[in-house]
């Protein structure tokens, strides 16, 4: 992933000219804006989010590393390197968009990948819900992801020049989020692990932030194999009876709490309660070029705007 982030920031900087020293600064932020995402990575997170906030205790990464001969060879700033890591400037809004586009975009291909017809040995499971949908988008322009040629900074100013192509964009990553992210499967299996598995690690000091940095994915998998006694793997998990979770879901907060305290009380194992209202971030608040006027997306294309909100409200959250 930091290799696509590297790699996109790169053309952007180049079609926009930026200075070699500002080149050298934004790809040092790429290579290591997620230095400090825990085993596990984002599920991890859930663990302690505050200790756990990469770009909050980005500074101590600079702190705790000899990185001297780097930052001279390349004239790297500190102050500079923790703001663009942490969104702030231009540089660190170009980061962001890189970022976005990397992750999407190699997302969008293993999950084509997966579960195309076209590809029949991918295609060993139940086509999920929205695959069609987010195939369909997909192929209605192959480079739906490649907007990184339509990043433009201008006066300090960071905008895109082809405001129909961000919306296209936009609507692939709000269908990504609803079908992919938040799956309901991927979500059980995340906060089983999370908050159920690493978490009671954690809390009797087993497991310490400064471990879960260190290690990687397979050896927090085999960590767990020891004390479970049993493999865990992120493919396979065992649902009882062989098949996934039952899924109930709710408008309101108080409906789903009710609802919770009937399946504690009559017996229910393991219930999990998630709220997802408000999530996920839609991310309109982009700036386009439209009619020779820097403007924002939402008035550009307002039909879009609205387009992409929708789609990244869940109607019933809890």
């Not at 060879?73 to 586009?101: C, M």
């Not at 949908?133 to 192959?142: F, V």
Request: charged content about 25%.
């Amino acid at each position: 992933h930091i290799l696509d982030v590297m790699a996109v920031l790169t053309l952007i900087l180049h079609n926009n000219r930026f200075p070699r020293r500002a080149r050298n600064m934004a790809r040092v932020a790429a290579l290591c804006h997620d230095a400090l995402t825990p085993a596990g990575g984002d599920t991890t997170k859930l663990v302690d989010p505050e200790a756990f906030d990469e770009d909050a205790h980005f500074p101590e990464l600079l702190e705790h590393t000899d990185w001297s001969a780097l930052r001279k060879r390349y004239r790297i700033s500190p102050r500079l390197l923790v703001e663009t890591v942490q969104g702030r400037g231009v540089l660190g809004v170009l980061l962001d968009i890189a970022d976005k586009i990397a992750y999407v975009s190699r997302d969008l291909n293993m999950y084509l990948m997966r579960y195309s017809l076209r590809e029949p040995v991918y295609h060993p499971v139940k086509m999920p819900v929205g695959f069609t949908e987010i195939e369909q988008l997909a192929d209605s322009d192959p480079f739906i992801t490649g907007l990184w040629d339509t990043v433009r900074v201008k006066d300090g100013v960071v905008f895109f020049t082809d405001p129909d192509r961000l919306v296209k964009f936009l609507k692939l990553r709000a269908l990504m989020f609803r079908h992919l992210y938040y799956n309901e499967r991927a979500r059980y299996l995340e906060f089983m692990f999370a908050k159920v598995i690493v978490s009671y690690l954690y809390e009797k000091g087993w497991l310490t932030r400064p471990q879960l940095l260190q290690m990687t994915d397979a050896e927090l998998d085999r960590m767990i194999d020891t004390f479970t006694g049993r493999q865990f793997s992120t493919y396979q998990v065992s649902f009882g009876d062989g098949g996934g979770p039952s899924v109930e879901v709710f408008e309101t907060l108080a409906a789903a709490r009710a609802r919770e305290e009937e399946l504690v009380q009559g017996g229910t194992l393991f219930a999990l309660l998630e709220d997802l209202a408000g999530r996920p971030n839609p991310g309109v608040g982009f700036l386009v070029e439209n009619r020779g006027k820097v403007v924002p997306l939402r008035i550009a294309r307002p039909e879009g705007v609205a387009e992409i909100e929708e789609l990244a409200r869940m109607p019933d959250p809890y």
